[in-house]
């Protein structure tokens, strides 16, 4: 099955999603960092990545255009998991180079949903 990167730096969320995904059969590589996370991608070439928006140091948004700027990553799926749920936050995240634009609080289901529909 495919390898999901996280990017989330509240641990109970990074948690909720690394036991739902790993529930649907994914194997999981998490990180509170995006900085790191972009060394994470280009070490584990994971399938799909799951990003945060609001996060210190990089904000999900700039890691959205730096994945998307280099030319091996820029057809990596990305999904935006986070609690902006604001038209505007959608629009903005999806024009950074964001798939998939999910709210928290969200369903396993929702989630697999998601991952699912950019594999």
Do not use: H
Not at 6 to 30: N, W
């Amino acid at each position: 099955m495919s390898k999901v990167l996280i990017i989330e730096d509240t641990v109970s969320e990074m948690e909720l999603i690394s036991d739902y995904l790993r529930d649907s059969g994914y194997t999981v590589i998490a990180t509170s960092d995006p900085k790191d996370a972009l060394e994470k991608i280009n070490q584990y070439k994971p399938n799909v990545i799951i990003t945060d928006l609001v996060m210190p140091g990089m904000n999900g948004l700039e890691l959205c255009r730096s994945i998307r700027k280099n030319p091996e990553t820029q057809n990596l799926p990305i999904v935006v998991c986070t609690s902006k749920n604001q038209d505007l936050d959608r629009m903005w995240a999806m024009k950074q180079g964001a798939d998939v634009y999910v709210t928290k609080p969200f369903s396993k289901e929702e989630l697999v949903k998601a991952i699912r529909s950019v594999e």
